[in-house]
Each structure stands twice: as structure tokens, then as C-alpha cells.
């Protein structure tokens, strides 16, 4: 009996552990004038040896920043590049200025073998859907500004996701 009384304890500890697991930082994803929240990490896709301010899970400022950085891509003649890694929002409590990887050193570091155009990295092993998503009813036709991956849609039903973006090789392509 007091063994089944310490499980059921160390259950009820963990139960509400697993209800404050915190939203990550999106990246940002710019398309003409819109700014679109993506929760698709393209950066981590990649093997980086060096990650952006050295910072790993370990040492990120905050549970909602694991990757210790945001990522700004944009959407330019149908290609999708990196174009700027800074410090997360959670971090400025900690540093309240914004710090800025430097792409050059970055693509060095990593050894990343994609073309720097324009000062942008062309995020050619890049290939995934983006999908607008709504967890709630909404009228129709009208998404969130969050773009989400396949993988991280998996647990939504089909009715509340929309095929926005279709990216291959970073070549981006809108579904209309």
C-alpha cells in the first residue's frame, strides 16, 4: 500500500509539470509586408556545430528560448533566406539590448555550404508545408498569423489546419 501511495504521488507531482511547458519564441517570417510567426525551427534542421551566441539548451535565457535565439527569414523571388539571428525577448531582462549573430562568422563556424546573397543565407536545405492553424472555430477563411510545420500539426485535426506555404530546397511557393 505505501508503495502505491508514493506512485500516485510522484504521479500527481508530475501531471502539473507537464501543464506549464512553455511556448517557444517563433522565428519571424517576412513576406512583402506581412511578418509571420513561424513554429518551425529551419535553422535547427541543420547540423550546427557552433550554435548562434554560444548559448545551448543548458545555457538559454529562458525555457521559452531554448535555442537561445530567434531567427528572421524573408521570402524574396520565390526563395526563402536567412537574414538576420538575434537574441530572444526573454533575454533582455538579462541583456536589454538585442544582440545580433553575425552571419559571416556564423556560415564559417558552421561550415554551411549555402550561398550568402545579398548578405542573406539562401536556405536551400530547407524543405517542408507551412500550415495557417487555429486550435478554435474561426470564420472562415481567416487563420492566425502563426505558420506551422507538419510535424507540429500532426496532433491538430485536419479541419482546423490550412496549407499556406509549400517550401522545397528553399524555394517557397504560396498555395492559394
Partial sequence: MRNLTTIAAFLLFLWPMSLMATEQE?????????TLLIKSF????LDLKF????LTRETAPSTACWRGYRAIWRAKNDSIFLERIISCST???IRPEI????????????????????KKIFADWYSTNLYYVSNKSIKKGVYS????DEQMTLYIK???????????????????
Fill in 26 to 34: 517563433p522565428d519571424l517570417l517576412i513576406i512583402g509586408n506581412d
Fill in 51 to 54: 550554435r548562434p551566441f554560444g
Fill in 99 to 118: 544582440k545580433e549573430q553575425d552571419l559571416n562568422e556564423f556560415i564559417d563556424r558552421n561550415k554551411i555550404k549555402s550561398k550568402l546573397v545579398n
Fill in 145 to 148: 498569423a502563426y505558420l506551422f
Fill in 42 to 45: 529551419p535553422l535547427e534542421n
Fill in 91 to 93: 533575454d533582455f531582462s
Fill in 158 to 176: 485536419k479541419k482546423h489546419k490550412k496549407l499556406a506555404y509549400e517550401i522545397k530546397n528553399g524555394k517557397i511557393r504560396k498555395i492559394e
